[in-house]
């Protein structure tokens, strides 16, 4: 049920969102000369997978987690996708594919071996990472791998079509700090 209403969503979020999909890339264009970031991520199963979002740092930026990064790293309208969210809405297209869902744990990345291990023990790479989850509008991000791990299993085991949307709708208010950038 989770995985139809995935697709529907994603499929009518970037049919109904491409005007502001492409606007944004033409100002990303302006702001860094290159506005659509990919990186490997670690997906179901721990096998790799490309996420796609807007770039909101400086392309020589180093390939850390989130919480590792510089503030100055952060363009001014990279700031401004930040704080909207807005820097999230490609992963629509790895929705689709099937690679994400709209809820789960946020994807890690390979060199967050902590993370990884803590996940792993907890079984949290049995369903697919999400855009938002229980953590993001917690507050909780990847600076405390444990405590994110807990929360993602927790997560996991109390997820049902209400707090699907209820995620959603706490991250679309605005609830959450998203990744933060120390």
């Given amino acids: 049920m989770i995985r139809a209403l995935d697709v529907v969503f994603s499929l009518l979020g970037?049919?109904?969102?491409?005007?502001?999909l492409l606007l944004l890339t033409i100002i990303g264009l302006f702001d860094t000369g290159s506005p659509i970031f990919r990186q490997v991520r670690v997906g179901r199963d721990q096998k790799p997978f490309t996420l796609v979002k807007f770039r909101t740092m400086k392309m020589d930026t180093a390939s850390v987690a989130t919480h590792l990064a510089s503030s100055a790293s952060i363009t001014p309208f990279g700031r401004f996708l930040r704080k909207t969210k807005l820097d999230e809405l490609p992963q629509l297209w790895n929705v689709m594919k099937g690679e994400m869902s709209l809820v789960g744990p946020r994807p890690g990345l390979f060199n967050q071996l902590e993370l990884t291990e803590e996940r792993a023990k907890r079984g949290v790479?049995?369903?697919?990472p999400g855009i938002t989850g229980l953590a993001q509008v917690s507050d909780i991000d990847m600076s405390t791998p444990a405590l994110l791990a807990e929360t993602d299993?927790?997560?996991?085991?109390?997820?049902?079509?209400?707090?699907?949307?209820?995620?959603?709708?706490?991250t679309v208010a605005g609830k959450g700090a998203g990744d933060r950038v120390r």
């Avoid at 970037?14 to 502001?20: C, Q, T």
């Avoid at 299993?153 to 706490?170: E, H, W």
């Fill in 153 to 170: 299993q927790r997560m996991i085991q109390t997820l049902s079509l209400a707090s699907y949307f209820k995620y959603i709708f706490m």
């Fill in 14 to 20: 970037l049919m109904l969102g491409f005007p502001v």
């Fill in 125 to 128: 790479f049995v369903v697919r």
